[in-house]
């Protein structure tokens, strides 16, 4: 908490702390280390965490970085925050994203940005920028994401640490609100490999909350010891040769491709004929999804109200203007447009038709390979402001949204610094559907 004040004034990762909880359990870690029984907690005793601002965590504001949510409490706690802390987590508080994690920048957010720990001018990534400067920054060891369309990933690559998208359905979404409730994870933050390994064991597993959540059974800290002998990594050159890609980007993954060569893995080339695609598809199902789910921001339901209007009509109106910002209207308007009929038909459906597509290609592509390599962002980050065209935002997100789209698990690892920036550039591993597994072996490979 000391750190916290001496640096987030400046790095402004935390919307707010949770002091108390986080002096009990830390009580209790000290009680089970007097009295012998510390090995028995779980994975994360002891381990600072915090948690993006879309996770209900009961008694704390949950406002998804928006002005429409700026005085909501959270009547109960998200699974994947309980089991955070069941595991040990000591919980430090929630961490600023893009308003409705609506972003790649953390710039949306209706409480001001936050800065990339790296260079305070530049972006740390979104929309989990919070989630990741904070560990980045030393404020915390781990902490928890989402990602619909790449908004662990790529904070992770801007901020120099490990950020992991499960394959959906890995980890529960009870109690984070949603986004695209069909592309939504919930993953870890950390420094190492083997730290968000050990996150992962903690937040993994079924929840009867969550009927989209599955029976898995997955050792991530022990597949990180299994080495990459004999290992089969695709790498797909259409994406190393994508428009946009920089130089730096480029050379340090391929860097890291020969890395898990000299370490016993075998490369393979693969395809993925459809990949162009997955940017249009998901500007069109993610605002669609985003648009129903914001339904219920009403100002009767849930939300800010603007109060003094004669009839529902207005006082919704006048709500809804207020409560969202420009990202969050603009994904409004859209899904809204591309759900009504007659257009529908024209882009829903055969969104539709590509999202299956894109899922056959990976499953195709598995055949080949354990495990996908590939760039996460085609850049470095970014300075403020620098950005300013929405759609040249959304093309940014090139190398991740199709996971999402597909339903694979997808981390991006650390690979050194850019030649020309001197910032850190991150290389994404990709696996097959519930085989993240294979992913933790493979980035842990890389980071021995
Ligand atoms: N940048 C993407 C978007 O703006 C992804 C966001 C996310 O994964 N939440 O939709």
Not at 286 to 311: I, M, Q, T
Not at 418 to 447: H, W
Request: net charge negative; glycine share 10%; hydrophobic share 40%.
């Amino acid at each position: 908490f000391k750190r916290i004040e001496e640096l987030d004034g400046e790095v402004h990762a935390f919307l707010e702390l949770t002091k108390d909880a986080a002096f009990e359990q830390a009580a209790k870690i000290d009680e089970a280390l007097a009295n012998g029984t510390f090995d028995e907690m779980g994975p994360l005793a002891g381990v600072p965490v915090a948690f993006k601002d879309n996770m209900n965590y009961e008694g704390t504001h949950t406002t998804c970085s928006s002005l429409m949510l700026e005085n909501y409490v959270s009547p109960y706690t998200a699974t994947c925050v309980a089991k955070t802390i069941e595991a040990g987590g000591i919980p430090l508080g929630k961490l600023n994203m893009d308003e409705f994690a609506f972003g790649s920048s953390t710039e949306t957010s209706a409480f001001g940005p936050t800065k990339n720990p790296w260079d305070l001018e530049r972006v740390p990534g979104g929309s989990s920028g919070g989630s990741a400067a904070s560990v980045a920054a030393g404020l915390a060891c781990v902490t928890l994401g989402s990602d619909t369309g790449g908004s662990i990933r790529q904070p992770a690559a801007f901020c120099g640490i490990v950020g992991v998208k499960p394959t959906y359905g890995m980890v529960s979404r009870y109690g984070v609100v949603a986004f695209g409730s069909s592309l939504d994870q919930v993953g870890p933050f950390a420094r190492s490999v083997r730290d968000a390994a050990a996150a992962m064991d903690a937040i993994c597993g079924h929840d009867p909350m969550d009927c989209t959540s599955q029976y898995v059974k997955a050792d991530f800290r022990a597949a990180c010891e299994q080495g990459v002998e004999g290992m089969r990594i695709g790498v797909v050159p259409g994406f190393m040769n994508a428009p946009g890609l920089t130089d730096e980007v480029k050379a340090r993954v391929s860097e890291a491709t020969e890395a898990l060569r000299e370490a016993g893995a075998e490369i393979v080339e693969v395809e993925l004929p459809h990949a162009d695609a997955a940017i249009s598809a998901y500007y069109v199902l993610g605002p669609c999804e985003a648009f129903s789910n914001l339904a219920r921001f009403d100002s009767v339901r849930y939300g800010y109200c603007a109060e003094g209007h004669k009839d529902l009509g207005s006082q919704y109106e006048a709500s809804r203007a207020a409560g969202f910002g420009m990202e969050a209207k603009r994904r409004i308007m859209l899904g809204s447009y591309l759900l009504s009929s007659g257009v529908y038909e024209k882009y829903y459906y055969p969104a539709q038709q590509v999202r299956t597509l894109i899922t056959q290609d990976y499953q195709a592509a598995y055949e080949k390979c354990d495990v996908i390599l590939a760039p996460t962002s085609p850049r470095t980050a970014f300075k403020f402001g620098e950005i300013g065209d929405p759609v040249e935002m959304h093309l940014s997100d090139i190398f991740t949204v199709s996971i999402n789209i597909a339903g694979n698990g997808g981390m991006s690892v650390p690979c050194g610094l850019g030649s020309d920036t001197g910032l850190p550039v991150g290389v994404q591993l990709i696996a097959p559907q519930f085989k993240d597994e294979n992913m933790f072996r493979a980035a842990a490979a890389l980071e021995a």
